[in-house]
Each structure stands twice: as structure tokens, then as C-alpha cells.
């Protein structure tokens, strides 16, 4: 359903369908709390906000050098993941980055460094192998091979086997704005082909996340995302149900009816699921009245199947005049009546339209690595299966600060 988020929800959303977020406990059985897909079309955009990396060695006299463009080739049989990339270093003049693609993950690393000292200024530069590798709770960057090119006059070092890495801390981490700037998570990564699966819990409760991140889910969510889609974000009732409760979501909802330009709010939003079915419940609140909704959607794509509404419980209808006590049943049969027909032209007017949860133009603001970034999601997809609702769709990710 096309419904548009209030804006304190809507900034925090984003990141429950695309990162991080609270949740008290953890699925028992392989389906972690929040469980995010990056998938290969993604891969492009995270690493290019990422970068520069700084990649200097802490030991002396080893050089200091900067990571300035990469390209993601994916797992290893080995465990972890591959990128190609090219470092400068780090007094380099200003030169455009180099300009890498998928085929430099088969190239030897000497001609893309020839091809990438062509193309800037600086007077050395190196093509390397970085190795991506987590461990709980790390995420670990080291440089595995190189190739280097140099100017006349000038010489490029050899990097090999100096304590050249770079590392990110993935536990214990606060990302959240808000009222969820208190809540701390540990992060589980993981490689599969070009896909990169990331897998959150609260801090502190799972020692050994490699059961979630060895399970079938991922190739499963994959194989069934729309083309269009670069994130996927599963989570589970209990998890979402939190998120709600946590940041107080509501919406703005048009009434369809012709003539009338108000809207209600939905808020005190509950959700529950099975295989290929969702209910939201909660208050939608018009004209001063809070009436008790539900949403019942079902399908592939949970589309919406039936709108309830059930008006409050009639209350001082107990007077003893015999016409007093008719007029407040009478109002209370009519509010009942009003309820239903509201019911009806929302079934009508949003049935069979999806149910989904987009940023807008309302970006999410989280911090990761000392950086601070802004993200937007559009959903295209939504399913359920079993406790877990999932969302497919399209990130945007922008970083604004460096550290």
C-alpha cells in the first residue's frame, strides 16, 4: 500500500529495511532478528562512498598509502572476499581515481596498474588484491598481492608483507538516531558469490552468528528478488514489531472518498504473519475517534485483501430515561454503521495494491566507520514466510562526512 510515513518514522525506517535495529531476542531457528542483503548491483555504490580508504602501515618507514578505487569481486573458496583495487600514496597529487571494472578481477594486477599510471599523476601507484575477511566482530581489510607502476625517476615500493590493513569494528555498534541511539548492535558478515550478507543481533547475545550466516536464506532471497532490486531486508515480527513501538510509527492515510481532502492516522501499529500473509493492526484515528483497523494482505507481493474497522465499544448507555438510553444506542449504531462503510471504501479503494514502506524523499542519516551517510529505500517487493516479513528494493547511499 502506497502509504507515505510520517517523517519522524520515515527517517528511521530506511535503516530497519536496510541496516541496523533493535530486537530483544533472537529467532531460534536460522532466521536472525534483521538479516541484510547487499546484492551485487549494490556492491558498486557501497564501495565507491566508501573510499579513500587509508591503508598505511603502522610500522616505521613503511609507506602511507590511500585506497582510491576498487572493484568487488567477491567471495573466495577460501573464506572471505576479493577486490581489485589501486593505492596512491597519500601525498599523491590530485588525480582523478582510476577507473576500474568487473573483467580487472581476471587481470593480472602489473597491466592495470600500467593502465591506471597512464590515466593519473601521481608519480607511483600499485594495482592490488585486497582480501576482505570477518571474524566475530571485525571486518578486516589486508592488501594480499600487488603490482606497482612508476614514473621515470620514480619507484614504487613493494607492499607485500608489510602490516598494511584496515579494520572495522562490528560489534557493539550505535547507529541509530533518536530514540534508538542507545541501542547497540553486533554484526555478522558474510560472502556469498558477489553478494555480501549482513546479519544483526542485539549486543552480546550470540557468540557464534555462523549458523545464521551458513544457512539456505540468502540464495533463497536472492533468487526470488525482482531484477530491479539492490538490498534486501528480512526481518522478523517480533524485530519489526520493536522497531514500531521504539520510534512510535504512524501514518497519514487519505481517506477515498470523493470530495473529502482529510486523512487519518494509523498509529500503535502492530504486525503478524504466516507463509504469503500479513496483518497490520492498530488506531485509526478521524475526526477525534480512534477506531480499532486491521489490514489484511495476502500474495506474493502481500497485497492488500481486506480493511477492518471496528468503531469503540458504546459506553453510558445505562440511563435510566428510556430516550436518553435509545439515542445513545442509536449513536452507537450509527458510529458502528459509519465504521463499516469507511471499511469498505478503503477495501475498495487500496485493495490489491501492496502494502510497502518507502523512505521517499525523506533520507535516512546513520554513521558506520567513523563516516556519517545518508540512505533512501524504495521498495518493490514484499513477502512473508512463515515469522519473517521480507522487502526488496532500491538503495541509495551517500556518504556526507569523512572521520
Partial sequence: ??????????????????????????????????????????????????????????????????????????????????????????????????????ADCAQPLDAIAKRALAASATPWLEAVRVHVRWRPWRLRLNLADSAGAARPGASAPDLIGLPIVHEYPTSNLHILTGPGANASFDVAVGFRDRAVDLVAFPSGQVADPSPYLANSETAAMLAGAPAAANVIAAATYPFINQILRLYGASFAIPIPIQGVNQTMTARDLAVSGGDRTMTASGKLEWQSIAYDAAVRCAGDDLAVSQISINAPAA??????????????????????????????????????????????NRPLAFSFGGSDYLATFDALKASSTGYVLSEDGRARIRRVSTP
Fill in 315 to 360: 459506553s453510558g448507555c445505562a440511563q435510566d430515561n428510556l430516550i436518553d438510553r435509545m439515542r445513545c444506542q442509536g449513536s452507537a449504531l450509527a458510529m458502528n454503521e459509519s465504521a463499516g462503510a469507511l471499511a469498505n471504501a478503503l477495501t475498495n479503494y487500496y485493495g490489491g495494491q501492496p502494502l510497502h514502506v518507502s523512505t521517499r
Fill in 1 to 102: 500500500m502506497a502509504y507515505r510515513a510520517a517523517p519522524r518514522f520515515a527517517r528511521s525506517v530506511a535503516l530497519a529495511a536496510f541496516l541496523f535495529a533493535l530486537a530483544a531476542t533472537c529467532a531460534a531457528a536460522g532466521s536472525p532478528p534483521l538479516r541484510v542483503i547487499l546484492t551485487p548491483a549494490l556492491m558498486p555504490t557501497v564501495i565507491a562512498q566508501a573510499l579513500p580508504i587509508d591503508f598505511s602501515a603502522a610500522a616505521a618507514g613503511a609507506p602511507a598509502v590511500k585506497l582510491v578505487a576498487a572493484v568487488w569481486c567477491g567471495a573466495t573458496p577460501g573464506g572471505g572476499a576479493d577486490a581489485i583495487g589501486v593505492v596512491f600514496p597519500n601525498d599523491a597529487p590530485a588525480s582523478p581515481a582510476p577507473q576500474l571494472n568487473s
